[in-house]
């Protein structure tokens, strides 16, 4: 039988001139081809070496470097199962993810793992996997309780990485700008993978950081990103419509990207952003199309081999997906998993969104992020679409809190500043009493995780006693 290991399918695309870039770096130096498939053949001969057996978790945690990437593919290669880990961490954190997924191996210093690497015999063929055998496992960010690992298989990445390479139109002519992060699915798996399917290099830059991004904008055809990389963009004077004019394709994802933020963009550059939604347990689920209406506010429609539904036969609930790309389970969880599996076998995903009659889909946000007050059902992301608008609003966070009449008091945070009357009053002409905010609240910046999403379960900590006497 053949091998369904991932490593095999993405090396299967790397170009056949293997000293052509892979990684163009700060400085002009380059990592080719050549040097990413020597160095993950002597990664795998290390860890086979060291005990690593098929199924074996192989951690990492460490800053972004081509190094890392090497020990990513190296695991597969070995048949090993990547467990990548955010570098901003805490020892107490990493303790639970090690206590969890009980790694054979862990890095922290992937240069030097690497460069001892190179005493071992590279491995030549990798070890073979089932497109049903665990590849990677990515932990959640935990924000409902403690972080639950997503197993994915070999299977499903393909199948993403595939259906994304497709609908984006990659090519060998293509440079992907990546200043993402890749700890997580979105720098690991969406952004490196299209790149390594078409065996383009890469303008690698460790973090985001204006002058290098503006620099990196001259070669790249695509740049992929999270909304706060937009915002600022938009903020510098220097992103102009001739910096953007080169780049066939921009791609926001991991956070919602403000339709404020889309009109700007396109009136700067002359581009719409292509908006997508994914997340750890499937990686991409739905995109915008790359021919054909961008809207602000939707996220397209399902990738295809992605059956998407609303849960509970509503137009507005819980999305439901089923397909090839869908994570397995819940890493030693057995009982979450089958919590969040429907009996037809869709997962549910916690994601409140509707569809239009022709397939478009549009998120409202979480199901735990919705507000319940008097008894009816409030959709945080309504009201922030009319808060966003208001003056000196750069960007609203709606959530609920204890409320001694109404079981749940609705507040807008506000990133921003303004009058708090004047804003409810405002917000009122819009919305049905009982979805007008009962407060306001303003801060100089709201809390992000590490992908740039709103943190509404540390707000709703915060101001958890705004209403009690």
């Not at 190179?118 to 932990?139: F, K, N």
């Not at 679409?385 to 000196?392: K, Q, S, T, V, Y």
Request: aromatic share 8%.
């Amino acid at each position: 039988m053949m091998s369904e290991n991932l490593y095999d399918l993405l090396a299967s695309r790397f170009p056949t001139d293997r000293s052509k870039p892979c990684f163009l770096l700060s400085g002009g130096t380059a990592i080719s081809y050549g040097m990413l498939e020597s160095g993950a053949a002597h990664v795998a001969a290390r860890l086979v070496a060291e005990g690593v057996r098929p199924g074996d978790r192989v951690a990492l945690q460490a800053e972004k470097s081509a190094e890392g990437i090497m020990i990513y593919l190296g695991a597969l290669k070995a048949g090993a199962v990547f467990l990548p880990l955010n570098s901003a961490y805490t020892a107490a954190e990493v303790d639970y993810f090690l206590n969890d997924a009980e790694p054979k191996v862990f890095v922290t210093n992937p240069e030097t793992w690497v460069r001892e690497a190179t005493g071992y015999p590279p491995q030549v063929t990798s070890v073979a996997r089932d497109g049903a055998d665990l590849a990677c496992l990515i932990y959640t960010s935990g924000t409902t309780g403690r972080s639950k690992g997503a197993m994915l298989s070999h299977g499903s990445l393909a199948a993403n990485a595939l259906a994304l390479h497709e609908a984006w139109g990659f090519t060998p002519q293509d440079v992907l700008l990546h200043a993402l992060p890749v700890f997580h699915v979105h720098g690991l798996f969406v952004a490196l993978h299209c790149a390594l399917l078409s065996g383009c290099p890469m303008v690698w830059l460790p973090k985001f950081v204006d002058a290098d991004v503006l620099a990196g904008l001259d070669r790249a055809t695509v740049m992929m990103g999270v909304p706060t990389f937009y915002t600022r963009l938009l903020a510098n004077p220097a992103f102009t419509r001739e910096k953007a004019d080169g780049v066939r394709l921009f791609i926001s994802g991991s956070a919602p990207l403000l339709p404020s933020t889309f009109a700007e963009f396109e009136e700067r550059t002359g581009q719409r952003i292509l908006e997508r939604y994914g997340m750890s347990e499937a990686v991409i689920i739905t995109t915008n199309p790359l021919a054909g209406g961008r809207l602000p506010g939707s996220v397209g429609y399902p990738l295809p081999g992605v059956d998407l539904r609303i849960g509970g036969g509503e137009q507005t609930g819980v999305i439901e997906i089923r397909g090839p790309s869908v994570f397995t389970a819940y890493w030693r969880m057995p009982d979450k998993t089958a919590e969040e599996f429907t009996a037809d076998g869709f997962f549910i995903t916690g994601d409140v969104g509707r569809r239009d009659p022709d397939g478009r889909v549009w998120i409202s946000g979480r199901a735990k992020d919705l507000i319940i007050s008097g008894g009816y059902n409030v959709y945080p992301k309504e009201i922030e679409l009319i808060f966003d608008e208001l003056p000196g609003v750069i960007e609203s966070a709606v959530i609920g809190v204890p409320h001694p009449d109404f079981g749940e008091g609705v507040v807008a945070v506000v990133m921003g500043k303004g009058d708090e009357a004047a804003m409810i009053a405002e917000a009122r002409r819009e919305l049905a009493a009982y979805k007008t905010p009962k407060r306001v609240v303003f801060l100089d910046d709201l809390p992000r995780n590490a992908m740039g999403k709103v943190q509404k379960n540390l707000l709703r900590e915060r101001y958890a006693d705004l209403f009690q006497a």
